[in-house]
């Protein structure tokens, strides 16, 4: 795939690499600290029984924070100058997050095949800009394929919707 | 001697009609997943991991690991053809592959590199088929605590061998250990780290961490990319084959000494790509052709290659005989033993030596099918390769939501999944490695149950990781692994000051 989609916009424009680096870094450290506070509800002492649940992730907890602090440090001392990525590629890495998070969130309602036939159908669509025929083909194609491979080969089902139980599947 | 019955008996289970069919299949979907991008040797295995619930482990594990040594014979096929290293052990193939390519010597080039994942492969399953009882019998004496060493050595080795900084490797690896703690605490039966979200009772599964982190993290930078493929044509033909075959046995110091790396490097969990790059480094010094690395020389493609085959297939010694895998695909392989009822480990050569010997059997025959199935099918595999990404990604998408969704029938799975793709993708470009987080995830209850049953047998003393000679050697070991960069530093510092005073 050839997408260009960021040459107006020049090779300078997007995100610091130290700046998401050190986001990064931050986010970990806070994820540390929700596991130690975890941990201290669970009990990080000794109990009857020995050492208590949250015992060993209280340390782990305060291994993360003093490890990401630590690259918080590097980042923002010698971090890397240059760009994380271009906003065009940002953009690019959002147009497959954006429906992948639609497609994954109406999975419960809808059921996996009708999201799918959607969602590869909007993708070959509108990002690969293929005729409708080919779209159709794939997206319908697919699905079958795996109705026949998983249900009815290995047995193993997958979450159906309203239409496929109104299909009798 | 019985190791010999004992691997016949398993030449007799893995050629079984089915199972025969099962390691073709596994071969060909193995070279697919490693051909395609966003999918690799561990999320590959990871999502179809629930099609082999319904068959009997042997036959499983046989089709999972052959999925797993497809993978690493297609990874070449894209790095000599596209430049596109399918897989990260294959970057050092690109080297020397693709100019060779580009000199209208791809089929030498990829026969080369088939032919070097063969006998980095076969030296490997012949180190497993002789150490892995010995070290599996061996650590039948373990307790608690030399477990807990062994845990500690594998992890203390990502730190000091990565090339990621080590603080970025901690980080990670804890964060694995993190996630594995929540949820039901094994030992005391209490709940911990849930916040009361009734999803996270069971915790966080391994797999939907394996297929968001490797498959949807991937595809992200992928897309974020632009891929464009373009590509020289493959051809090879016997004759191609043998003459390059002829050429191939002056090479035998490199291969051999490839061989070494791969196996130490995939035994000691740094993986296939560290031994790729290293022993891809060490031919270019000692080659008397060391100034043509780069330029396509076929030497530059059968060091990396080897070694990346004779990791990755060393990476399931330890998964086999301690339950600690040496690779992210090898911790999938094991999650799938858990899930087929088996407790990895060394009671499996006791307990399970059909299943053991038909896996070590099936090695040998996988890898002998897979040589000859990629020499022979190199054309439509590249093919795909030529299928455009707008079509590849949403169906790739596709198969890694419905691999995490039937690894517990939860659509929370896959929304996790999703969660754990961008995570992935950030954690990528900010240079933290993933294999220690997955490890750790994995191996994280085990870890933790080790090190409270330790404590609990000496009262809350850490001493009981030095109270006997066994126990204290692995665990200075481990110290050594974990402060190698650091000990390397120092060590060259000497030199240099004696050097210098003479």
Redesign the interface.
């Known amino acids: 795939?050839?997408?260009?989609s960021s040459g107006a916009a020049g090779p300078t424009h997007g995100p610091r690499h130290k700046v998401?680096?050190a986001g990064?870094?931050v986010l970990?450290a806070l994820?540390?600290v929700v596991?130690i506070i975890?941990?201290w509800?669970?009990?990080i002492n000794?109990?009857a029984?020995?050492?208590?649940?949250?015992?060993?992730?209280f340390y782990?907890?305060l291994?993360?924070v003093v490890?990401?602090a630590?690259?918080l440090w590097?980042a923002l001392r010698d971090g890397d100058d240059g760009l994380?990525?271009e906003w065009g590629?940002?953009r690019?890495?959002m147009?497959?997050?954006i429906p992948?998070?639609i497609?994954?969130?109406s999975?419960?309602f809808i059921g996996?095949y009708v999201a799918?036939i959607i969602?590869?159908g909007y993708?070959?669509r509108w990002?690969?800009k293929?005729r409708w025929l080919t779209v159709l083909g794939?997206a319908l194609g697919?699905?079958i394929v795996?109705y026949f491979?998983?249900e009815r080969y290995?047995?193993?089902?997958?979450?159906k919707g309203p239409i496929e139980e109104w299909l009798g599947l | 001697m019985e190791e010999l019955v004992n691997l016949f008996h398993g030449f007799a289970v893995a050629l079984q009609p089915f199972n025969i069919m099962v390691m073709v299949l596994g071969i060909v979907l193995g070279v697919i997943i490693g051909v395609l991008p966003g999918l690799g040797g561990a999320n590959g295995v990871a999502i179809l991991l629930?099609?082999t619930?319904?068959m009997p482990p042997t036959s499983a594990i046989i089709m999972l690991s052959c999925i797993y040594w497809g993978a690493l014979f297609g990874g070449a096929i894209t790095s000599i053809l596209f430049n596109i290293p399918g897989e990260p052990w294959s970057v050092a193939t690109t080297f020397d592959g693709y100019p060779m390519a580009q000199q209208g010597k791809a089929g030498e080039a990829l026969t080369a590199a088939f032919t070097s994942s063969f006998v980095g492969a076969l030296f490997a399953v012949i180190m497993i088929t002789l150490v892995a009882p010995l070290v599996a019998s061996f650590a039948l004496q373990f307790g608690p605590a030399e477990k807990f060493a062994v845990y500690f050595l594998a992890f203390c080795s990502f730190v000091g061998l990565s090339k990621e900084?080590p603080?970025?490797t901690?980080?990670a690896m804890?964060?694995g250990?993190?996630l594995a703690?929540v949820g039901l605490?094994s030992?005391?039966g209490?709940?911990?780290?849930?916040?009361g979200f009734t999803e996270l009772l069971n915790g966080f599964d391994f797999l939907i961490a394996v297929i968001g982190l490797f498959g949807?993290g991937e595809?992200?930078l992928t897309?974020?990319?632009?891929?464009?493929f373009r590509g020289g044509k493959a051809k090879i033909n016997l004759r191609v084959v043998m003459e390059t075959w002829k050429g191939l046995p002056k090479y035998w110091m490199t291969s051999l000494r490839s061989c070494i790396i791969g196996c130490w490097m995939g035994i000691t969990p740094a993986g296939a790509t560290p031994a790729s790059f290293m022993s891809y480094g060490i031919a270019k010094r000692v080659s008397k052709n060391g100034k043509n690395f780069g330029k396509g020389e076929i030497e530059g493609v059968v060091a990396p290659e080897t070694a990346a085959h004779a990791a990755g297939t060393a990476a399931l010694l330890p998964m086999l005989s301690l339950g600690v895998p040496g690779s992210p695909t090898a911790a999938v392989l094991l999650g799938g033993l858990l899930i087929w009822g088996l407790q990895p480990g060394p009671m499996l050569f006791v307990e399970q030596k059909e299943f053991v010997w038909g896996l070590i059997a099936s090695m040998y025959l996988g890898n002998l099918f897979g040589l000859i199935i990629v020499l022979t099918c190199v054309p439509i595999f590249a093919a795909i390769l030529r299928v455009?990404?707008?079509?590849i990604?949403?169906?790739i998408?596709?198969l890694c939501?419905?691999g995490a969704?039937?690894v517990h029938?939860s659509?929370f799975d896959?929304?996790l999944?999703?969660g754990f793709?961008?995570i992935g993708?950030?954690?990528k470009?900010?240079n933290?490695p993933l294999a220690p987080l997955v490890l750790a995830i994995v191996l994280g209850d085990k870890a933790?149950e080790a090190?409270?049953q330790s404590?609990?047998g000496s009262q809350?003393s850490l001493g009981i990781f030095f109270s006997n000679p066994l126990v204290s050697t692995i665990m200075v070991l481990g110290l050594i692994a974990l402060f190698w960069s650091a000990i390397q530093e120092v060590i060259t510092r000497l030199r240099g000051t004696r050097t210098a005073a003479a």
């Open positions: 795939m050839t997408t260009d998401v680096e990064v870094a970990f994820f540390g596991v975890g941990s509800k669970a009990g000794w109990g029984e020995g050492p208590r649940a949250g015992f060993f992730p782990i907890g291994f993360i490890s990401s630590i690259n590097h994380f990525a590629q940002l690019q890495v147009s497959v997050v992948t998070a497609y994954v969130g999975m419960p996996l799918s969602f590869i993708f070959m990002l690969g293929y794939v697919m699905p795996t491979i998983f290995f047995l193993v089902p997958l979450p | 629930p099609l619930f319904s900084p603080f970025k901690i980080a804890m964060m250990f993190a703690a605490d030992i005391t209490q709940l911990r780290l849930t916040f949807i595809i992200l897309m974020e990319e632009g891929l464009s455009p990404f707008s079509i990604a949403p169906l998408l596709v939501a419905i969704y039937s029938s659509t896959v929304m999944m999703l793709g961008v993708y950030l954690l470009k900010c933290y933790e090190f409270r404590l609990l809350g």
